[in-house]
């Protein structure tokens, strides 16, 4: 199919222009992180689901994205170029659906009904409608990405300005919910939360939406609906690469954010969550700081991985992270829980804990690895699309984004739902809204409704498996992805040699020449 004219691609994006597609990651990024650190601890501690049924929510509400996003990609890419161009259209129209799909995926469906299938029910059915209207924004913006320059270089800064404010958002969504929502604040206090967050990720997106412009416009591109033309970019090595980095680094981020929190409630602080949830002791929030220091050592690490991605490669920069990260993590596993003894009065006497500084240095180091595996396939899909354009001679960004975000959240998912089925056989305690046989280890609270049974500590067993979750499963997926990257050819030479041939005419000798060298190339 003939491409448009492209405009202005060797051109400098201004810097107005990075910050407006810059601001739809806010939702991008901060919207997973909610999701990866309250979720679980808000679907088992307040709504009362068990642990391994989080998995089953988890992977339908992924069957579904396999359903969806190859009529969201395709439609995407079969838009004519209008107003607000080919993406930004659909994200100008679900921009305000989203404010009602977050405050129902965090509606505590415990204030309806104390029986178990029908809030199992109530949330895949919320999380399903959130899905949908995450898909239609997020597969037109990251195919957007691609579509802001044609130049290797400026790509890459557009997307590290992007990456800059999904950090920032992390940060904000992992510190400031923790605040206003959590299990001892009330069930109404998600509600609260989520309508707040969902505001604030609607203006995000319509920022994008109304004011970001594409330097590469391209006609719309229709064609049939169907399971192998969605898969059709796995026919693409480079693309199964970068797939393989980018799932491999969304996997281990969902495994550790998910259970961040309960290691360090359970086991790193469990004297001081018992004592406050029980008496309402004060606690210093050392989890709520150490993962939003995480998050804030990500910035810090921006500029060397960019610097390093100039000087080196982008899969260099990866490799460096991956390592980092996996040592870090692996000293998780080994840090005690606290000592204490707690009495009836609810005097706290702490015997030993791990020193709060050293709970941060561990989170900045974790931060400044995950950095490179996050930063690298954000600013290597534009590259891929181009690639993408000489194996398939028409450009599909929707193609691959909906492929991308299909396959990538599957990724979250499987972090999410392997863990919790781990991690509920090794005996995993959640909130009861009716008295169990063994009131030993539960917190009775009244509440408007009824009473609540909330646990006040966890077993030894499953304990470990939340410590081995979080150490060495993270480990293993990037270790794949380590070796992945070895094998990812796409390098700044090569992108440029790529955007120099798609700009000859296609009929030409030398194109096809061209054409077939780089292909063999990769």
């Not at 006040?456 to 499953?462: F, G, K």
Request: hydrophobic share 50%; proline share 5%; with cysteine.
């Amino acid at each position: 199919m003939e491409k448009l004219p492209v405009e202005n691609t060797a051109q400098k994006v201004g810097l107005k222009n990075k910050l407006a597609f810059a601001s739809g990651d806010i939702f991008g990024g901060g919207s997973f992180n909610i999701i990866n650190f309250l979720f679980v601890p808000f679907l088992t501690l307040t709504v009362g689901i068990p642990m391994y049924w989080v998995s089953v929510i988890m992977l339908i509400s992924k069957v579904w994205d396999g359903i969806i996003d190859p009529f969201i990609g395709k439609i995407s890419d079969g838009k004519q170029p209008g107003r607000f161009g080919k993406r930004r259209f659909f994200m100008l129209v679900c921009a305000p659906i989203l404010i009602v799909a977050t405050i129902l995926l965090f509606f505590p469906w415990n204030l309806v009904t104390t029986s178990v299938p029908l809030k199992i029910v109530l949330v895949i059915l919320v999380y399903l409608i959130y899905a949908t209207t995450q898909s239609f924004i997020l597969i037109p913006y990251y195919s957007l990405g691609s579509e802001m320059s044609g130049d290797f270089i400026e790509r890459t800064k557009v997307n590290s300005v992007r990456l800059g404010f999904s950090i920032f958002s992390s940060i904000v969504c992992v510190a400031v919910p923790g605040m206003i929502a959590a299990p001892e604040k009330g069930a109404q206090s998600y509600i609260v939360m989520a309508a707040i967050f969902g505001g604030i990720f609607c203006i995000a997106v319509l920022i994008t939406a109304l004011f970001a412009r594409e330097q590469i416009v391209t006609p719309a591109v229709k064609t049939k609906v169907n399971i192998k033309e969605f898969f059709r970019p796995l026919k693409l090595k480079s693309y199964r690469q970068y797939l393989g980095m980018q799932m491999c680094s969304s996997m281990g981020m969902a495994i550790m954010s998910s259970f961040f929190f309960t290691l360090m409630d359970f086991w790193i602080r469990r004297g001081s969550y018992a004592a406050n949830l029980q008496f309402g002791v004060p606690r210093f929030p050392i989890a709520t700081v150490a993962a939003a220091i995480m998050f804030v050592a990500q910035i810090f690490a921006l500029p060397f991985y960019f610097w390093l991605i100039k000087r080196k490669s982008k899969t260099f920069a990866y490799r460096l992270g991956a390592i980092v990260w996996a040592v870090t993590a692996f000293a998780l596993f080994f840090l005690p829980a606290q000592s204490y003894t707690l009495d009836a009065s609810g005097a706290l006497e702490i015997v030993s804990q791990v020193p709060d500084w050293v709970i941060c240095m561990l989170a900045f180091v974790i931060g400044i690895g995950i950095g490179g595996p996050v930063l690298v396939p954000h600013t290597a899909f534009g590259d891929v699309c181009d690639v993408g354009e000489l194996y398939f001679n028409e450009r599909t960004e929707g193609a691959f984004s909906g492929l991308s975000n299909f396959l990538n959240t599957t990724a979250q998912a499987v972090g999410l739902a392997i863990p919790p089925i781990i991690i509920g056989a090794a005996g995993y305690l959640e909130t009861v809204y009716e008295a169990p046989a063994d009131l030993s280890g539960y917190f009775v609270k009244p509440y408007d409704n009824g009473t609540a049974y909330m646990p006040v500590a966890q077993s030894d067993s499953a304990m470990l498996a939340v410590r081995i979750v979080i150490a060495f499963l993270p480990i293993v997926v990037m270790a794949i992805g380590f070796f992945i990257s070895l094998r990812y050819k796409v390098t700044r030479e090569k992108q440029n040699e790529i955007a120099e041939t798609l700009k000859l005419d296609k009929n030409s000798e030398e194109y096809k020449s061209k054409r077939e060298e780089i292909l063999k190339s990769l």
